[in-house]
Antibody
């Protein structure tokens, strides 16, 4: 069974930075695109970013474009999300999710999430 | 890119059928057969229930079915059970630069 384990969530001040990690196991990590999805407290799901299996193609939601950077290290089976210039509205549980098709059509496996709180 | 539109809540009695709608545009729901549906219980990660409009992943009950007409997709839960009480989100590939969009979410209550 696919395993995805996020880490790195923390309390950070507005304007600060944070890097999230997602450790993947039990599947051929480099063969699949991966996404980050977030959920603010009591709110709905918001897609954040996707990276192709090889890491050459990335896309972002307008709300994070220019501030967040998605990356991956296939030798370590790990996905990352570098978050800069954090705002209060970035407060959310961040999930990593596996994309089975590579075309951002759906997400068939999810991690348990890591909480990011942006507050002074 | 705006979120796809779903009703805030839907309810039904055990054994009944309910349908959740998901309305988008020709740039997402209407333009591609790439609609997916997710179930989320409180405090848990989302679970994929339907992909590519009407396909079920292995292990998902056949009480869950889905369809699409124009810019609106629908998820139907038949034989409603207590365990179906959860939040449900639709999602779609979009031709916009952002690539994927979720729906606003629907809370399903089993009366």
């Amino acid at each position: 069974e696919v395993q995805l384990l996020e880490s790195g969530g923390d309390l950070v001040q507005p304007g600060g930075s944070l890097r999230l990690s997602c450790a993947a196991s039990r599947f051929t990590f480099g063969s699949y695109a991966m996404s980050w999805v977030r959920q603010a407290p009591g709110k709905g799901l918001e897609w954040v970013s996707v990276i192709s299996g090889g890491g050459s193609n990335t896309y972002y939601a307008d709300s994070v474009k220019g501030r967040f950077t998605i990356s991956r290290d296939n030798s370590k089976n790990t996905l990352y999300l570098q978050m800069n210039s954090l705002r209060a509205e970035d407060t959310a549980v961040y999930y990593c999710a596996k994309d089975p098709t590579g075309t951002t059509r759906s997400f068939d496996s999810w991690g348990q999430g890591t909480l990011v709180t942006v507050s002074s | 890119q705006s979120a796809l539109t779903q009703p805030a809540s839907v309810s039904g009695s055990p054994g009944q059928s309910i349908t959740i709608s998901c309305t988008g545009t020709s740039s997402d729901v209407g333009g591609y057969n790439y609609v997916s549906w997710y179930q989320q219980h409180p405090g848990k990660a989302p679970k994929l229930m339907i992909y590519d409009v009407n396909d079920r992943p292995s292990g998902v009950s056949d009480r869950f079915s889905a369809s699409k007409s124009g810019n609106t997709a629908s998820l139907t839960i038949s034989g409603l059970q207590a365990e179906d009480e959860a939040d449900y989100y639709c999602g779609s590939y979009t031709s916009s630069s952002t690539r994927f969009v979720f729906g606003t979410g629907t809370k399903v209550t089993v009366l």
